[in-house]
């Protein structure tokens, strides 16, 4: 693979808001789950736990009851697979060390754990949408989660029914973010 490769695959990334009903055969999710578990996490706490939803009645719950007011629910209930992320917090590397550095590890790790199957899923031709915009009460209650795991977001993975050239969203240039580089 090359840095292309790589570049072409982040650019083919979108949060996909419309599935095809299809299911996603578990040989896929297998691999989606192997990217996360390969991810780098500080301290190597490896602090994400999943849950994978496909049940038709489960995922219902989901969007009728762990979702915050103003998310627009058809297209994620017709997502044939939610994956809800969650987070078990470890003492020191996840409650004291933010102390002294104030910075939230275990929200680094989620990030890049998550971003891992996303990019994963769009290799495999599947589309995604991170979903932060929920109530993770209510998201724990669902997927059985004890009260040590904080939900933190799901993910939706389906087969697209839309394509990402129809789907372009802006990004800031360079100049607004980095500091140290002037592009050519
Ligand atoms: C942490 C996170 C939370 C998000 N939450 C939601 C959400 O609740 N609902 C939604 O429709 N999209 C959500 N998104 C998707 C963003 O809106 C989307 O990534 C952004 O608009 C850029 O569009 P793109 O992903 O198609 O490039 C979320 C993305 C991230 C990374």
């Not at 996909?16 to 299911?23: A, E, F, T, V």
């Not at 969650?86 to 060390?97: C, N, P, Q, S, W």
Request: one cysteine or more.
């Amino acid at each position: 693979m090359t840095g292309d490769d790589f570049l072409s695959l982040v650019r083919q990334r979108f949060s996909c808001r419309s599935y095809r009903p299809d299911s996603v055969p578990e040989t896929l999710i297998a691999r989606l789950l192997e990217a996360v578990r390969l991810a780098p996490s500080a301290c190597n706490k490896q602090p994400w736990r999943l849950a994978v939803v496909s049940d038709e009645s489960q995922r219902i719950r989901l969007c009728e009851e762990g979702l915050l007011p103003g998310m627009q629910r058809p297209w994620i209930r017709g997502a044939p697979v939610l994956i809800a992320l969650g987070v078990a917090r470890t003492t020191v590397t996840h409650r004291l060390a933010p102390l002294i550095s104030g910075i939230d590890y275990p929200a680094l790790d989620l990030g890049i754990a998550g971003e891992h199957l996303v990019l994963q899923a769009t290799a495999l031709g599947l589309g995604t949408c991170w979903i932060g915009w929920i109530r993770p009460p209510a998201v724990r209650r669902i997927v059985d989660w004890p009260r040590s795991i904080q939900p933190v977001s799901l993910i939706s993975v389906g087969w697209p029914a839309e394509s990402s050239e129809s789907h372009r969203t802006g990004r800031k240039p360079l100049s607004d973010w980095v500091s140290g580089f002037i592009a050519k």
